[in-house]
C-alpha cells in the first residue's frame, strides 16, 4: 500500500466557482486512504476521516459519522504512517506548525500532520449545506458557523502543500478538528495546545482527481484564479 503519496479530489478553484458536486462516495474515497479532511456536497459540512472512520462536523459543530454513500466535492486522503516526532505543550497551533516547516520538512514537499491531546483552546468552522442550484460564494460564505471551545480533547489533522500549488490545493497548512466525543471540530481557524503529541508523514507525491463525469465540471471556465486567495480563506 502506497504510504508516501496522498489522493486529492477536486481542486479548491472548483470551488471557488460553485463546483460544488459531490464526485465522490466515502467508500470510494476511502480506497485511496482511512485518514483525511474534506467537505461534503454543497459545502456539506467539514469532514475529518481517522482511522477508516468518516464524520462530519456540521452547521451545530457536532460530529456526526458519515454512510458509505455520502457525496464529498473535495478531499485530501492517504494511508496513515505517521512517525511521533515531539510532545509539546502550552503553544499556539500556528507556531507549532511552522516550527515543524522550519526545523524538520522545510517548505518544498507535501506532508500532514496529526496532533492529539488536549487544547486549551478550538476556533473552528463549518458549514451549512447549500443545495442546487448553488447561490454564489459569497452567499455560502454566510452560511458559516463559528465554535469556540475550550479544554477539549481531540485529535487534529491538517495537511501543508508548497504555495505553488495554491488553487490545486490549499497552499500552506488546511487544518480539521474533532474531538474524542465528537462533540466539537470542523476547520479550525485558531488553536493553542495544552499538551499533545505530534506525527509527522511525509509525501512524495499525489493524485489528482478530477471529476471526469460531471458535466458541470466539464463545461466550467477555471482559468480565472484572481478570487482564489480570497474564497480559500473564508470558504472551504
Ligand atoms: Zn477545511
Redesign the pocket.
Known amino acids: 500500500m502506497e504510504k508516501n503519496s496522498f489522493f486529492q479530489q477536486g481542486t479548491m478553484q472548483m470551488l471557488s466557482e460553485g463546483l460544488l458536486d459531490g464526485t465522490i462516495t466515502l467508500k470510494e474515497l476511502m480506497i485511496h486512504g482511512d485518514t483525511g ?1 474534506g ?1 461534503g456536497e454543497g459545502i456539506d459540512g ?1 469532514l475529518i476521516i481517522l482511522n477508516g472512520k468518516g464524520f462530519k462536523v456540521n452547521h451545530k459543530g457536532e460530529g456526526i459519522p458519515l454512510e458509505n454513500a455520502f457525496k464529498i466535492t473535495f478531499a485530501d486522503v492517504h494511508f496513515e504512517n505517521y512517525e511521533k516526532i515531539d510532545n509539546v505543550s502550552s503553544i499556539e497551533l500556528s507556531k507549532c506548525l511552522e516550527e515543524i516547516k522550519k526545523r524538520i520538512v522545510g517548505t518544498n514537499i507535501f506532508f500532514s500532520v496529526k496532533i492529539h491531546g488536549r487544547f486549551e483552546v478550538i476556533h473552528t468552522r463549518s458549514s451549512k449545506k447549500s443545495n442546487k442550484p448553488y447561490p454564489g460564494i459569497e452567499k455560502i460564505a454566510n452560511n458559516q458557523v463559528e465554535f469556540y471551545s475550550k479544554d477539549v480533547t481531540g485529535t487534529l489533522l491538517s495537511y501543508y502543500s508548497p504555495s505553488l500549488y495554491q488553487g490545486i490545493t490549499v497552499a500552506g497548512f ?1 487544518s ?1 478538528f474533532i474531538s474524542d466525543d465528537y462533540t466539537v471540530g470542523g ?1 479550525v481557524i485558531f488553536s493553542k495546545i495544552k499538551h499533545a503529541s505530534v506525527y509527522l508523514q511525509k509525501f512524495a507525491s499525489f493524485t489528482q482527481n478530477t471529476p471526469i463525469q460531471n458535466i458541470d465540471y466539464l463545461n466550467a471556465d477555471l482559468s480565472d484564479i484572481s478570487k482564489l486567495d480570497n474564497i480559500i480563506k473564508n470558504v ?1
Request: proline letters at 0%; hydrophobic letters at 15%.
Open positions: 479532511i467537505t467539514e488546511h480539521h476547520h472551504e
